[in-house]
Each structure stands twice: as structure tokens, then as C-alpha cells.
């Protein structure tokens, strides 16, 4: 038995971007009596659906956009005899579509950082289960990726995530839906792990890949303020500083490196936190502008 895992593409270039995270944290998720897991990363080339034999475990991690190609993958990998089971915030907001599509065995919802040693001792032992909760897995709790799996010469950029979870509530997005509206940061020594490891691989383009990097801003803690929760207010501010001490020690790391990551716009209202940016290296920032209106906004709930 071998476990798999495939993030699916309808286009292959033989070279990538960006290093698709969540391959490389599930293969630190999983348990060392099924031996490394095989990496597909399909926008590097096809998957080889050869190197599947019956009883070999799948997992196939889906976004919108590459769903339909994901279900192509299970349905044949499934004929071949493997055990198919999908992940991803796509299987997590829809995992009926999975089963109706997608020839799979199994979904999982929610983080996969916990829950897929036990989805993969489940199926080894006979028992498996259609549908997994992951949940929303604490920040210490979170997988540091196996860079070492990580092919060599093939990705332009690599990721690190510091956090999971948005506190606002856009109507377009999927992320206070998948990750929740609480915000789990994580310590920052596996976060410069993660870093220095890439370094020394390497990269020196590394995207900070978190759902919001600016996860608190002024109007939420004084809105806690305002209702009285100050108990909330002052852990408001821990996370805030919290970051502000992850850019201090980004700061510290070789000058050669150069980071990018998404933020909202709130962030321009807060100067102090730009320029710890700024000296952390952070060169550039991807930030939504869905309407340069009030009344736009509002009706996104953003």
C-alpha cells in the first residue's frame, strides 16, 4: 500500500510558481508506517495514472477551479482499485459532489493537519468512513511542510503560513467559512524553521501564505472595547503583537530573502505595522478592492 497525493491541474508547464502547500503539509501528516507519501503536482506534468496499484490510498485536494479535473482523477484512480478520498475547501463546503463525481471513498472537511493519520489507519484497517471532521486544528497543532520531498529547480517561489482565519465576513469568500473567523496564529520559531529551511533549498522568494497577514486592526479591537469584551480586546492585542515579533525576526534573516503576502486594506491605516513590514522585507502585498464605494462595500459585508 501507497498513499498518494495529488493537487490537480488541467495544464502542466514542467515548472510552477508557487509550491502547493498543503501537498507538503499532509505529507508531514502522515504516519510513518505507510513510508512517504508520492507527490502529484499536476501543474508540473500529468499524473502518471500507472503509478497507482489496487489498494493504494488517494488523496486529492480541490479548489473550485480544479474540481472537475479532481473528480476525472478519483473516477479512474478509483476503477484502478486505489481508495479515493478528496479534500480541500471545495470537498469541504461541497462533499456530496465528491462521492456524486468523483468516484470517492471518503472526504474529508475541514484542516487535514490531525485527522488524516486516522483517515489513513481507518482504511488500512478496513473501516472507512464516508465523512471526516477535521475542524479548524489549534495553531500549535499545525503541520510544518516536508521541504524535503520538495523537487529540486521546479517551483519559482515557496510558501510558509503564519495563520489561519479571517475575522471578517465577506459575502464572495470562502475563508470565514473554511477557517473561521477566530484567528490561529502560529508560534514563530516553526515559522522560521520553515523559512530557513527553504533558504538553504534555495528559494528566496517566499510568500507568506496566510488568509489575511493583517489580522487585527484598530476598529476590531475597539469594537470589542465598545461591547465591553475585554478580555477579547486584550487578545486582540496579543495577536497583534504576536505578529509584529514574527516581522522583527523576519527582519533579522538573511537580507537575500524577499517575502509578499495578502492583507486588507485597513492596513493602510496603520503605519506603525507598514513599516514593520517594510524592515521584515515584505515587498509586496496582494489586497482586494471589490468597490471604491461605502455602499459597495456594504453590501459584500466587508
Known amino acids: ?6 493537487s490537480p491541474s488541467e495544464s502542466s508547464f514542467g515548472i510552477a510558481v508557487l509550491t502547493p502547500r498543503w501537498l507538503f503539509v499532509l505529507a508531514a501528516a502522515t504516519p510513518e508506517r505507510f ?13 502518471d495514472f500507472r ?5 493504494d490510498i488517494v488523496g486529492i485536494g480541490i479548489h473550485t477551479v480544479n474540481a472537475c479535473r479532481g473528480y476525472a482523477i478519483g473516477r479512474e484512480l478509483r476503477q484502478r482499485g486505489a481508495t479515493v478520498v478528496y479534500g480541500g475547501i471545495h470537498a469541504t463546503l461541497y462533499p456530496a459532489e465528491a462521492f456524486e463525481h468523483g468516484g470517492a471513498h471518503a472526504v474529508v472537511q475541514g484542516d487535514g493537519d490531525l485527522i488524516w493519520a486516522q483517515v489513513l489507519h481507518d482504511i488500512a484497517a478496513g473501516r472507512c468512513q464516508r465523512l471526516y471532521d477535521g475542524g479548524r486544528v489549534p495553531a500549535a497543532q499545525f503541520k510544518p511542510a ?5 523537487p529540486k529547480d521546479k517551483y519559482m517561489w515557496a ?12 459575502s464572495f469568500c470562502s475563508v470565514w467559512r473554511t477557517d473561521g473567523q477566530k484567528p490561529r496564529q502560529r508560534p514563530a520559531f516553526p515559522v522560521l ?7 538553504r533549498q534555495g528559494f528566496r522568494f517566499i510568500l507568506l501564505a496566510d488568509d489575511n497577514f493583517y489580522p487585527v486592526s484598530f476598529a476590531d479591537i475597539a469594537k470589542a472595547e465598545k461591547q465591553g469584551n475585554f478580555e477579547k480586546a486584550a487578545q486582540l492585542r496579543a495577536v497583534r503583537q504576536e505578529k509584529f515579533d514574527l516581522m522583527e525576526q523576519l527582519a533579522a534573516l538573511p537580507g537575500d530573502l524577499n517575502f509578499f503576502t495578502q492583507i ?5 491605516e496603520d503605519p506603525s505595522f507598514l513599516d514593520a513590514m517594510r524592515k521584515a ?11 471604491v464605494g461605502a455602499e459597495g462595500l456594504k453590501a459584500v459585508f466587508k
Open 281 to 291: 522585507r515584505i515587498r509586496g502585498a496582494l489586497v482586494g478592492v471589490e468597490s
Open 35 to 47: 513510508g512517504d507519501p508520492v507527490l502529484h503536482d499536476e501543474t508540473l506534468e500529468p499524473m
Open 159 to 170: 510558501s510558509v503560513q503564519t495563520i489561519r482565519g479571517c475575522s471578517k465576513h465577506c
Open 193 to 199: 524553521e520553515e523559512i530557513i529551511q527553504l533558504r
Open 51 to 55: 503509478s497507482v496499484r489496487p489498494g
Open 1 to 6: 500500500m501507497r498513499i498518494h497525493l495529488v
Open 146 to 150: 516536508r521541504w524535503d520531498l520538495l
Open 264 to 268: 486588507t486594506l485597513e492596513a493602510a
